[in-house]
């Protein structure tokens, strides 16, 4: 299957600090992307959608402009968590697909805000 | 959008075949059903996928019903790794868009 990479795995930040997250396709074209964050003992929710060379489509109660995602390049999109709080700790994971596939996910991200 | 139903967990028994249940009787007829499993800290691993037709791979077969209110993955022979939280998920509208639900905890015992 197709291999998707995110860096970091984790990271601690302080309240109020900015933290960037990574997330590579490395064997194959990800035209699209996609971004989930997950809480202790809950499912995956979706965040946004990106395409590549586009702005990024955000999900119905998820701020854009604290979760800023970038997909400039058909490998690589980034999230970035701005002004990040203790609530926003969670586990981020991002997913890739080629156009007319399915999508594989990344290993996730531990974000730790203190 | 469509949502599915899956149990909300079982148990397998090591080295018999796992059928593991799920209904999505909103499906619109374009919409895909997808299989991911995700073990504990991990992302979600692609199982499957169909639309109308069973579907097999190296992993499971997929049947779906004719009417496509509902599916079953089927795990041939089960292996303690294969113990995982397993998602049934109809993709929403398009872009492949999926929207996760609890999944099924799915356990599988010596």
């Known amino acids: 299957g197709a291999v998707v990479s995110q860096h970091p795995s984790r990271v601690i930040c302080k309240s109020g600090t900015s933290v960037k997250i990574e997330c590579r396709s490395l064997d194959f074209q990800a035209t699209t992307m996609f971004w989930y964050r997950q809480f202790p003992k809950q499912s995956l929710m979706l965040m946004a959608t990106s395409n590549e060379g586009s702005k990024a489509t955000y999900e119905q109660g998820v701020e854009k402009d604290k979760f800023l995602i970038n997909h400039a390049s058909l490998t690589l999109s980034t999230l970035t968590v701005t002004s990040a709080h203790p609530e926003d700790s969670s586990f981020y994971i991002c997913?890739?697909?080629?156009?007319?596939?399915?999508?594989?996910f990344g290993p996730g991200t531990r974000l730790t805000v203190t | 959008d469509a949502k599915t139903t899956q149990p909300t967990s079982m148990d397998c028994a090591e080295g018999r075949a796992a059928n593991l249940p799920c209904n999505h009787s909103t499906i619109s007829g374009n919409e895909y059903v997808y299989w991911y499993r995700q073990i504990h800290s991990q992302g979600p691993q692609y199982i499957i996928h169909g639309l109308k037709n069973n579907e097999t791979n190296e992993m499971a077969s997929l049947i779906i019903t004719e009417d496509r209110k509902s599916s079953t993955l089927i795990l041939p022979h089960a292996t303690l790794r294969d113990t995982a939280v397993y998602y049934c998920?109809?993709?929403?509208?398009?872009?492949?868009?999926?929207?996760f639900g609890k999944g099924n905890q799915v356990v599988v015992i010596p």
């Open positions: 997913s890739a697909r080629e156009r007319g596939r399915e999508q594989y």
């Open positions: 998920i109809v993709e929403l509208g398009g872009n492949n868009r999926l929207a």
